[in-house]
């Protein structure tokens, strides 16, 4: 895919000097002509500098240029962090046993029917559409892009949603994805990212980030995610974990350049965080629980963006999500009722897998609901896409 600008060259770049995301570096004060390589390190935990000052809280010594050869550039100084939080374990060490195995989003009948169908169906069709989709999906941009994505009440699926979406958009583009937390409760998210522990919050890196990092600086702070990209979560786990409005736009504004597509997963509304991220994205997603009071709950929301002074609303999708396999709700009279604000609904049919709760699995989704994912992603990025 081309690339949409220089400053998604430069990032390629970067990591083509620096090694891949997982062997990032840490940020720390080097010189303009550093005299030996930066060594990788894991992303979760701090390297030990070999004469003794080790982690963030002490800068590495650093070897002086010989005074024959001056530096031409002024050192780039990074800010290092006060303090080094520890690594916490997403899922309690005792409860981590009683997810079980994983189920596939389709039973077996369904999979085996759907494979012999397959068979028997000419495939041009399904090529033609999953190409016009991969198409919006790898869309250049000149700059990063942030879909937000809220509900207005919890345990809808919006996590779950924000999961799918940065994991979709990992696997279709060749710059980097990251997926944002900024919900000061107790999220999910790195739960279904598939994030075994996690140190560093949206706070601490507010407190360090400056102009002079580069990707590779930042990335050290990030939980790099198998098939998902980068993970940056709002907490430790800890309720009342600080996530304020400043401290949303200080880590947005600053991230989006080194990232093509920034996924957030926002508080729920009317959360004053929630309003301020669906106020600045380029493109929203509004989880829509499929319930007669959910329905009319996210109506309201979208007549609320439809009073917003730049058009959110044209920049605005819907998942209206299935919870229950038994739900009685009539879901084209509930999409045409949400259709009539002037919104694409895309619905989010009802999985075994992600009712199941844990870590998503992509491969083992159901058909329908890979599907879906697909074409929310697409039809958000197409709408990040052509905001300037």
């Known amino acids: 895919m081309a690339q949409g600008g220089d400053w998604q060259q430069d990032v390629l770049r970067q990591l083509g000097q620096h090694g891949t995301p997982d062997e990032a570096t840490r940020p720390v004060s080097t010189s303009a002509e550093p005299t030996a390589p930066r060594l990788p390190y894991s992303a979760q935990e701090p390297p030990a500098d070999a004469a003794g000052a080790a982690g963030p809280d002490r800068p590495r010594r650093t070897t002086p240029a010989p005074q024959s050869e001056p530096a031409v550039r002024a ?13 916490v374990p997403t899922v309690d060490p ?58 207005i009440r919890g345990g809808v699926g919006k996590s779950t949603v924000s999961a799918l979406l940065g994991r979709t958009f990992n696997h279709y583009r060749h710059d980097p994805v990251l997926t944002l937390e900024a919900d000061a409760a107790l999220g999910t998210l790195p739960v279904r990212m598939g994030a075994e522990s996690v140190r560093w919050s949206c706070a601490d890196l507010a407190q360090i980030l400056t102009p ?44 989006r350049r080194y990232f093509a597509v920034t996924v957030v997963d926002c508080e729920t509304l009317p959360g004053e965080v929630a309003r301020t991220a669906m106020d600045t994205a380029h493109a929203r997603v509004v989880v829509a629980p499929m319930t007669a ?13 439809a009073q917003l002074p730049h058009s959110a609303l044209a920049d ?13 709700l009539d879901e084209k009279t509930a999409a045409a009722h949400l259709r009539e604000t002037g919104v ?24 329908a609901t890979r599907d879906a994912a697909v074409r929310l992603a697409a039809e958000a990025m197409h709408r990040a896409a052509r905001v300037r």
């Open 212 to 255: 002079a990092m580069q990707l590779t600086d930042v990335t050290g702070y990030l939980v790099p995610v198998t098939d998902g990209g980068w993970l940056l979560p709002a907490s430790q786990g800890r309720v009342g974990a600080p996530m304020d409005v400043r401290t949303y736009r200080t880590v947005t504004l600053a991230l």
């Open 293 to 305: 009071e959910g329905v009319s709950g996210t109506r309201q929301v979208l007549d609320w963006l």
């Open 75 to 87: 050192p780039r100084t990074v800010r290092l962090p006060l303090h080094t939080p520890e690594s």
């Open 94 to 151: 005792r409860l981590a046993h009683a997810l079980g195995r994983p189920q596939h989003g389709d039973s077996l009948p369904r999979r085996t029917g759907r494979t012999l169908r397959g068979l028997a169906a000419s495939a041009s069709q399904d090529v033609a559409e999953g190409t016009r989709i991969a198409r919006e999906l790898q869309q250049p941009v000149t700059t990063g892009r942030v879909i937000a994505v809220t509900s």
């Open 316 to 328: 605005t999708v819907v998942a209206l999500s299935a919870s229950s396999p038994d739900t009685t």
């Open 344 to 367: 694409i609904v895309v619905p989010l049919p009802y999985d075994r897998h992600l009712a199941q709760g844990g870590p998503i699995h992509t491969a083992m989704l159901g058909r």
